[in-house]
């Protein structure tokens, strides 16, 4: 690195969604973070300011990364205004940038969050109109510096959000069908898989073609936030510009000769999907063909497979319970030698399938509890599969 400056570790929290935290963390030990630890629904770990634009720009299952700057306790409102006052945010929150607060609160002192977050605002803008004479504008929808409260009791952790935006908004969208999986569940799907280019890839019911498209970027070791306009850490008083135009510029386009497989049998899917995977730079690699899923073709070479089949909101639940039928029949007849895995929130249809699942992993789309199960399709006889190794 250029930079001579002495490279201060500081703790950094990286959110997920409940299930992805092993997952992330690997991603976060392999970037070579420090005292890696998971917690619940997110993962702590140290480093230096190059590790936090690392953190933004390469993780793909993480939703924000967030910078911890005050953690106290507080047993009174008073106390609460006092902390945040004092507290020297000028060192994080530039003169004449916009401000929000983002609450999360289980607490007898405050009973409100959107109060919380006035207080924090007011007391945010207090210090500003003494030490400058202006205070900082409040900006919900698009703020330069996003600010985490966190109280649990009396415990009160204060954080500065170093994404901006959601990590999970890559930038690459354009289109999407109605209720899109998101994309770092997408990326968590594939990683838990352990699938890394290195065997075909099919996205068989694609969508707006997310997880074929999060499976192509990953086979190319393309950063996902390579394709975002900003990071809140930009907008920081110390935001070093040429480290992270350093880092940028390094970013490296492995040279994959594999293909996604990505179908679906809506066309409006397929040209959703189409549009999308050339913002990400990656329709060379994603074969996108019009195919119902009933009528899936033998697939040839094995592979990974991962599906997304409705959940019931939109089918009504006889007709569910066969169409997950069909997903188990279609399994057995045209991805033999595949490892399949089925993501889905309708815990009663996915037993449908009629196989066995290999690996369980219990994850949530939204606010819905889904069960991610991997089905091993061989030719003849489980028994016959473990002797013939």
């Known amino acids: 690195m250029k930079n001579s400056a002495v490279k201060e570790k500081f703790e950094m929290i990286a ?13 976060i030990t392999a970037l070579g973070a ?39 306790q507080i047993n009174s409102q008073d106390e609460f205004y006092s902390c945040v006052r004092e507290f020297e945010w000028e060192k994080y929150i530039k003169k004449g940038n916009t401000i929000a607060v983002d609450t999360f609160i289980n607490s007898t002192v405050f009973t409100h969050s959107h109060f919380v977050a006035l207080r924090a605002k007011d007391a945010i803008a207090d210090r500003f109109r003494e030490l400058f004479g202006r205070r900082p504008s409040v900006d919900t929808e698009n703020p330069d510096t996003l600010i985490n409260v966190h109280l649990a009791g009396p415990e009160l952790i204060i954080s500065i959000d170093t994404s901006g935006a959601s990590l999970h908004k890559r930038g690459y969208r354009i289109s999407e069908v109605p209720a899109p999986v998101n994309e770092v569940l997408a990326a968590g799907l594939i990683l838990l898989t352990g699938w890394n ?41 110390d935001f070093e510009q040429e ?15 594999g293909q996604v497989f990505a179908s679906d049998i809506s066309k409006g899917a397929l040209r959703i999907t189409s549009e999308n995977a050339k913002e990400a730079s990656v329709l060379k690699n994603i074969s996108i063909k019009e195919i119902a899923f009933e009528s899936f073709p033998q697939i040839a070479d094995g592979g990974i497979a991962i599906l997304n089949p409705p959940y ?41 399938i009629g196989l066995r699942p290999a690996i369980k992993h219990t994850l949530f789309n939204g606010a819905i509890e889904c069960r ?12 016959n599969k473990y002797e013939n190794k």
């Open 197 to 237: 280019g290195d065997s075909n890839f099919y996205d068989p019911m694609c969508g707006s073609g997310t997880i074929g498209i999060e499976a192509a970027l990953i086979a190319r070791e393309i950063p996902p936030g390579v394709f975002r306009a900003k990071f809140g850490f930009e907008n920081s008083p």
């Open 372 to 383: 991610y199960n991997k089905y091993e399709i061989y030719s003849g006889s489980r028994k």
């Open 243 to 257: 480290l992270w135009n350093e880092i940028f510029d390094n970013i490296s386009d492995k040279k994959w000769s």
């Open 312 to 352: 019931g909101k939109r089918i009504i639940k006889t007709d569910l319970n066969s169409f997950y039928q069909m997903i188990g029949d279609v399994m057995k007849k045209s991805f033999i030698g595949a490892d399949v895995w089925v993501l889905s929130g309708n815990l009663e249809s996915i037993s449908n």
């Open 15 to 27: 959110k997920t969604f409940h299930g992805l935290e092993a997952v992330l963390a690997n991603e």
């Open 34 to 72: 420090e005292n890696v630890e998971i917690l619940n629904r997110a993962v702590r770990f140290y480093g230096d300011k190059a590790m936090l634009y690392h953190s933004n720009l390469y993780l793909r299952t993480a939703l924000r990364i967030l910078i911890p700057v005050i953690k106290t």
